[in-house]
């Protein structure tokens, strides 16, 4: 059973438009820095062991996993066949629109890590995802949710485009406790830029995850 948590109102974006349009043309770019890139993949190579059947869930053309470790499979899964079939890490993907279908075209109880990196902030019926999420999370498996501070503001639901950094941590932990998660681990760190404007100070971009595990 699935534990609505937001309102209707929180669910409303500016472009209601189909977000199959938007994202039909690729977009081979990086739509996040070089620091918050290197420590998403140090994120990685901590949490998900050698051997892991790994999902991708709203993955573009690069996936962020340490290129030295071996996985059992990487599923992706996405809005655009062209990024996806550019991913080198992915032996399998599909196409879906989470905000018409958040049924998953997988076995219960066949992942073990699921990856979200700047993609849940897209997501309108969250709840449902995470329940989808929890089901096919093999016991002891994790949910490593991963973002920015930036986004499409017109294809973010109000409820992401009206909250600060700190709210979005507390959102997608509230939607995975309601759905049967436990508790998860949090994370918010300021990155620095890498070379020499990192050694000066220079920032980059601001780092948060969201880590939950299915107990084993």
């Known amino acids: 059973m699935v ?84 991913n080198p890490r992915l032996q399998r993907h599909w196409l879906q629109n989470l905000n018409r279908d958040q049924r998953l075209p997988l076995e219960s109880a066949s992942i073990d890590a699921t990856l979200i990196v700047a993609g849940w902030q897209y997501l309108q019926y969250p709840e449902a995802v995470a329940a989808e999420l929890l089901r096919i999370t093999r016991p002891g498996g994790q949910l490593i949710v991963a973002f920015s501070n930036r986004m499409f503001f017109t294809k973010a639901p109000q409820i992401w485009a009206d909250g600060s950094d700190r709210d979005h941590l507390a959102y997608v932990a509230e939607v995975l406790i309601a759905q049967g ?36």
């Open 3 to 86: 534990v609505q948590v937001l309102e209707e109102t929180q669910r409303r974006k500016w472009d209601s438009s189909d977000d199959a349009l938007f994202y039909a043309q690729p977009r081979f770019v990086q739509h996040l820095d070089a620091a918050f890139r290197q420590r998403l993949t140090e994120l990685y190579r901590e949490r998900i062991p050698a051997g892991a059947a790994v999902l991708d869930l709203m993955a573009s053309w690069v996936s962020h996993l340490p290129e030295e470790v071996t996985y059992a499979s990487v599923i992706g899964h996405g809005l655009n066949a062209e990024e996806l079939a550019a």
């Open 181 to 216: 998660w436990p508790r998860p681990t949090l994370i918010a760190e300021q990155t620095r830029a890498p070379g020499l404007p990192g050694l000066i100070g220079a920032k980059g971009d601001p780092f948060f995850a969201v880590i939950a595990s299915r107990p084993a």
